[in-house]
């Protein structure tokens, strides 16, 4: 027996029932989520206890696209807790308010149906972390700006319905920038290598803003068409992030959630896909591995999930690859707060390049 299955068997014995290997796949992945969601984190996950509320966030997710019941609504106090004075929330105690954990409880908030009206105004942390070039820090005593906090910050005003405290014009131009015309991709910052992870936050940021055509051209869209449809690698069906670099589960979300943005999801190789997510998927845990024989974890399980409902021809109808979260749930969530302000418009209108 190896070590990946030894730490299998030990991780999972104690759990009931047990499952034969003929069962349907969703019941091994509905396990595997609701194992974290019930605060069980192993030792080499141990470093992703300040990032509780992203952990929460894919698991919920995970489990809303499988159409599995979601936790009790004993989560949402515990969500609501995790927001500091200056509207942003923490990842867990002990830890400043940081954009990316703002978005991911934003999104777990309305994944469990919540109501955004009672969270506080998040000005504040807008005001304190947009720089003069438009990016975002994550975080106050953080020197990590880029393309990724612009993202959690553009989609966290989107899902509050207000935006004031960002500079939408120049958060829109640093977006831009970041876009390199020699191979059609974003990077992190402008003049950075173009990246699978940062060409999705600038487009799906830009999206947001309503501002996709007009900070880009029909032949830059096309181009950035071009970066994703090439990031889908011959003979495995899966996707990588960059030039050369082996196919990643994650990055079959990235590249993927981007085509469907951009209304090109047509070119994804949808059966080539599937045949590489099944490489990654774990028979014996449930969830996705970073790559086939890689033991599975949190983030990789979620966004193969999420790539597992972009092989279907009607993807578009169960996810909302904007923002990130279930239709059911997005929809649900427009409903309570309707779209009001223009640019809000732009989310709705047929983006095709």
């Not at 004075?85 to 978005?103: C, K, Q, R, V």
């Not at 974003?186 to 999206?207: I, N, Q």
């Amino acid at each position: 027996m190896s070590s990946q299955e030894i730490v299998r068997t030990k991780l999972f014995s104690a759990y009931e029932p047990r499952f034969s290997p003929n069962e349907h796949h969703t019941t091994l992945h509905t396990r595997y989520f609701s194992i974290f969601i019930h605060k069980l984190l192993p030792e080499r996950l141990s470093s992703l206890d300040a990032s509780r509320a992203m952990i929460l966030l894919f698991c919920l997710n995970a489990l809303d696209l499988l159409h599995q019941p979601l936790p009790s609504p004993t989560a949402l106090p515990w969500i609501l807790s995790r927001q500091q004075s200056s509207g942003g929330f923490d990842g867990g105690p002990l830890i400043e308010a940081h954009l990316a954990m703002t978005y991911s409880s934003l999104v777990a908030l309305v994944t469990l149906r919540g109501d955004l009206s009672v969270v506080r105004p998040l000005k504040s942390l807008f005001t304190s972390l947009q720089l003069p070039d438009g990016s975002f820090r994550a975080a106050l005593r953080s020197g990590e700006a880029d393309a990724r906090f612009v993202f959690s910050a553009l989609a966290s005003a989107w899902l509050v319905r207000d935006f004031d405290g960002i500079d939408t014009h120049t958060a829109a131009h640093f977006l831009a920038a970041c876009f390199n015309a020699q191979d059609g991709g974003f990077g992190l910052r402008p003049g950075l290598e173009s990246h699978g992870g940062a060409t999705y936050c600038c487009v799906a940021g830009l999206r947001l803003l309503g501002a996709l055509h007009e900070v880009l051209d029909a032949v830059q869209c096309r181009r950035i068409v071009d970066f994703c449809v090439t990031r889908q690698v011959a003979g495995s069906g899966g996707f990588n992030g960059r030039a050369n670099k082996p196919p990643d589960t994650c990055y079959a979300f990235w590249i993927g959630a981007t085509l469907q943005n951009l209304g090109y999801d047509r070119f994804i190789d949808r059966q080539g896909l599937a045949s590489f997510l099944d490489t990654t998927f774990d028979p014996m845990m449930g969830g996705f591995g970073k790559t086939p024989g890689e033991m599975p974890d949190p983030l990789h399980s979620h966004f193969g999930i999420c790539a597992r409902v972009l092989t279907r021809e009607d993807s578009s109808q169960h996810f909302d690859t904007c923002l990130g979260m279930s239709k059911r749930a997005f929809d649900t969530h427009v409903t309570k707060h309707p779209i009001s302000k223009p640019y809000y418009q732009g989310y709705e209108m047929n983006l095709c390049c």
